[in-house]
């Protein structure tokens, strides 16, 4: 696939993520598209990305990076990256895991794509019934990192973390002009009325505008709505309270409802130890209980056998 291509499918996207960071993945793709080589090293990222560390019954899982459904070499270019669905397997294994008490989500994530995530949301929203799961903006959990993040029982930031942009957005390139100074004049050869509709070589019509402009108010239904359930309030609230598609500071977080702590990794570590510890002598103490009932009902219990009783 050539590069002009990738530009073209990534305009076609409906994205979540902030609008600096899908104008630097551009960036890089049209200087790649230019024969100018920006990656560098950066390819062999992958193999020191962080991985899910284990710490006695809790697992953190790093959420870092751009967001998208099955991740190549495209989004490495403008810095590390998840798949929602390796993330999602390695989710569902943890759970699955008796020795795992809690999962943090460890966020670090402008976004991404829109594809995956409603169902990675969903996923990790219907865990919190079998396992302690704590989302932290540990720095940055926006857009699609917040439909993610949304979903755990209980979302931190950390004091100089940042949340929210909650939208969706999609774009449309016009490169006539630019083609028609190249010399450039292409011609699509299409079945199906709307099948080329909002091709990047020519202006974009009324009628494309307002079919992209139905697609990404869809998804951002599902945004909204996710959020709304996540977070235990109205799809009203979300429209309305939770930045309207801006980046929020972690007290103004807290104070829309968008968060619930403020505090360190480290802190949360901690507070997180101290309630396993308690909740483990909890239940040694209903064992304890338990077992002291017991005692006390066999004391009064006559051992010998009941008359009619006979052992052979």
Not at 57 to 65: D, K, R, T, Y
Not at 156 to 163: A, C, D, K, R, S
Not at 204 to 227: I, N
Request: proline share 5%.
């Amino acid at each position: 696939m050539s590069i002009n291509r990738i530009i073209r499918a990534v305009c076609a996207t409906p994205w979540a993520i902030v609008p600096e960071k899908l104008e630097v993945i551009l960036e890089v793709l049209e200087l790649r598209a230019q024969g100018i080589d920006v990656l560098g090293a950066e390819p062999q990222a992958a193999e020191t990305r962080p991985r899910t560390q284990v710490s006695g019954a809790i697992a953190v899982m790093p959420l870092f990076g751009i967001i998208g459904q099955r991740m190549n070499m495209v989004m490495p270019a403008s810095g590390p990256s998840t798949s929602t669905e390796q993330f999602g397997a390695m989710f569902d294994a943890l759970v699955q895991n008796p020795d795992i008490s809690a999962i943090v989500l460890e966020v670090d994530s402008p976004g991404g794509s829109v594809y995956g995530v409603d169902e990675l949301s969903e996923k990790i929203f219907h865990a919190r019934a079998e396992k302690t799961i704590i989302a932290i903006a540990n720095s940055l959990a926006t857009s699609a990192a917040y439909y993610i993040a949304s979903a755990a029982e209980k979302v931190w930031v950390t004091p100089t973390g940042e949340v929210g942009s909650i939208g969706v957005y999609a774009m449309h390139v016009d490169w006539s002009k630019a083609n028609e100074m190249e010399g450039v004049k292409p011609t699509y050869i299409s079945a199906g009325k709307y099948k080329v509709e909002g091709n990047p070589d020519e202006p974009l019509t009324d009628g494309a505008a307002a079919a992209m402009q139905v697609r990404v108010d869809d998804y951002y239904d599902l945004f909204v709505k996710a959020v709304a359930r996540n977070r235990g309030v109205r799809p009203a609230d979300v429209r309305g309270g939770f930045g309207e598609g801006r980046v929020v500071g972690a007290r103004d977080a807290i104070t829309a409802g968008m968060a619930d702590k403020v505090g360190s990794m480290d802190e949360l570590r901690a507070k997180l130890g101290s309630k396993l510890q308690a909740d483990t002598r909890r239940r040694a103490q209903a064992r304890g209980r338990k077992l002291d009932l017991v005692e006390r009902e066999l004391d009064g219990y006559d051992a010998e056998w009941p008359p009619g009783c006979f052992v052979q």
